[in-house]
Nanobody, 114 residues
Framework: QVQLVESGGGLVQPGGSLRLSCAASVSMFNIYGMGWFRQAPGKQRESVATITSGDSANYADSVKGRFTISRDNVRKTVYLQMNSLKPEDTAVYYC????????WGQGTQVTVSS
């Protein structure tokens, strides 16, 4: 069973930055399209950004120009650089395959507040 471990969340002021990391315990990590997702209280989990095995990235309209997804296949890790954070970015952030095929990890809490 694949384990996903997200980290890097925290409390940040509006306009600040955070870098999230997600390590996956899986062989052949490089073949999987990966994604970052988030779930705010009372809302459904939504896709934030995805990256293909060939490093092609896509973003939700709400984060375009502010967030950057990347991956390190040697470390089996996917990253999410978040800049110009807004209060509406507050959520628990999760990673998974782009198709959400693995068991979810515990996520990492991101809180944007002054």
């Amino acid at each position: 069973q694949v384990q996903l471990v997200e980290s890097g969340g925290g409390l940040v002021q509006p306009g600040g930055s955070l870098r999230l990391s997600c390590a996956a315990s899986v062989s052949m990590f490089n073949i999987y399209g990966m994604g970052w997702f988030r779930q705010a209280p009372g809302k459904q989990r939504e896709s934030v950004a995805t990256i293909t095995s060939g490093d092609s990235a896509n973003y939700a309209d709400s984060v375009k120009g502010r967030f950057t997804i990347s991956r390190d296949n040697v470390r089996k890790t996917v990253y999410l650089q978040m800049n110009s954070l807004k209060p509406e970015d507050t959520a628990v952030y999760y990673c998974n395959t782009a198709r959400r095929t693995w068991t979810w990890g515990q996520g990492t809490q991101v809180t944007v507040s002054s």
